[in-house]
Nanobody
Framework: QVQLVESGGGLVQAGGSLRLSCAAS????????MGWSRQAPGKEREFVAVISRSGVITYYADSVKGRFTISRDNAKNTVYLQMNSLKPEDTAVYYC????????????????WGLGTQVTVSS
């Protein structure tokens, strides 16, 4: 099992940047593909970014492509989401997710989830 704790959320003006972090417990972090999902009030959860176990392969939802970057540091058991050019519509609770083995772009393939961190983008 793996436990995930997100941090780095906050309030930022439109056009600004934030970097989210997700710290994972355990000694097998490099065995897990990782992802970030978000849920805005009244909306369905949206799976926005995925990174493979090695970090070589990444995937982004169209809504964040070119603005968000997912990365990982396996030595630190941490995955990051760098968010640039933020828009008010990026306002949401952001969740970190993990799945053992090969990455998937399907949110329901991920077994482990953090509790989330709030990101609010003001206009």
């Amino acid at each position: 099992q793996v436990q995930l704790v997100e941090s780095g959320g906050g309030l930022v003006q439109a056009g600004g940047s934030l970097r989210l972090s997700c710290a994972a417990s355990g000694r097998t972090f490099s065995s897990y593909a990782m992802g970030w999902s978000r849920q805005a009030p009244g909306k369905e959860r949206e799976f926005v970014a995925v990174i493979s176990r090695s970090g070589v392969i990444t995937y982004y939802a169209d809504s964040v492509k070119g603005r968000f970057t997912i990365s990982r540091d396996n030595a630190k058991n941490t995955v990051y989401l760098q968010m640039n050019s933020l828009k008010p519509e990026d306002t949401a609770v952001y969740y970190c997710a993990a799945k053992a083995g090969v990455y998937s772009v399907l949110e329901n393939a991920y077994d482990y989830w953090g509790l989330g961190t709030q990101v609010t983008v003001s206009s």
